[in-house]
């Protein structure tokens, strides 16, 4: 935010610095309840010097979302070593993280704003999308991907989205909770996914081979097996 010192930019950081100013602002409150006023005390200019860098709050939250997204689909890079559930795992605390610091603007991002329906903007949410997707499927380390891996995948980045924007509501659910029951999640999908598909069972076999008994796959699975019921033992008949 301002400091209180006015100093001359230079175009592109001035630029800059307004969209560092409107992702601050927007990341907090819904942007239609941000007014350009506030964004330019924010920033230390008057308002028409706004209107000189962009040519309206559309123009500025646009861009505020491009570097949002280029941020966002970021928190999906993760160095492809150790087993997979802990890779999600990390990546799922970096994207909570991310959703935690800018909830509003994330909100208004995936539900809509001022620049719901625009082609930029939804370019960009798919952008995120498909870079989330592409992370993922290079985690797995198949080739080419059979198309019910692709579906599971990109089922999985669209529940993890979803049920962020749930949890923004009221936030009833321990953050960590959830993290760790999306990547359950995805093991699940991929689990159901391989029971009808033989390339998908392979895929799911080379994972399970390398993740660790005390993983969260190995977690999911010590809770899958204490809901079964407990089998009946045959009552003995008297001689």
């Given at each position: 935010m301002t400091t209180g010192v006015r100093r001359r930019m230079g175009v592109e950081e001035r630029r800059q610095q307004l969209i560092g100013v409107a992702l601050?602002?927007?990341?907090?409150?819904?942007?239609?309840?941000?007014?350009?006023?506030?964004?330019?005390?924010?920033?230390?200019?008057?308002?028409p010097l706004v209107y000189h860098y962009f040519p309206g709050k559309q123009h500025l939250y646009e861009a505020a979302l491009r570097r949002a997204a280029d941020e966002l689909a970021a928190r999906f890079v993760e160095p492809r070593e150790g087993p997979?559930?802990?890779?999600?795992?990390?990546?799922?605390?970096?994207?909570?993280?991310?959703?935690?610091?800018?909830?509003?603007?994330?909100?208004?991002?995936?539900?809509?704003?001022?620049?719901?329906?625009?082609?930029?903007?939804n370019a960009m949410i798919e952008e995120v999308r498909n870079a989330a997707c592409t992370q993922i499927l290079a985690h797995l380390n198949v080739q080419e991907p059979p198309e019910r891996l692709r579906l599971v995948v990109r089922s999985w980045v669209s529940l993890a989205e979803s049920t962020a924007l749930i949890w923004l509501d009221g936030r009833g659910i321990p953050r960590?909770?959830?993290?760790?029951?999306?990547?359950?999640?995805?093991?699940?999908?991929?689990?159901?996914?391989?029971?009808?598909?033989?390339?998908?069972?392979?895929?799911?076999?080379?994972?399970?081979?390398?993740?660790?008994?005390?993983?969260?796959?190995?977690?999911?699975?010590?809770?899958?097996?204490?809901?079964?019921?407990?089998p009946a033992v045959p009552a003995q008949r008297g001689g």
């Open positions: 601050e602002l927007f990341g907090h409150r819904a942007p239609e309840d941000v007014s350009i006023d506030e964004i330019a005390a924010a920033a230390g200019i008057s308002r997979l559930g802990a890779r999600l795992l990390r990546v799922m605390k970096r994207y909570f993280d991310f959703v935690d610091e800018h909830g509003a603007g994330f909100s208004a991002l995936m539900r809509g704003g001022p620049a719901v329906g625009s082609t930029a903007t960590a909770e959830l993290e760790a029951q999306l990547v359950n999640d995805f093991a699940a999908l991929a689990a159901v996914s391989a029971a009808y598909d033989d390339e998908m069972a392979d895929v799911v076999r080379r994972v399970l081979c390398e993740e660790p008994p005390d993983g969260p796959f190995g977690d999911l699975a010590r809770r899958l097996l204490a809901l079964a019921p407990t």
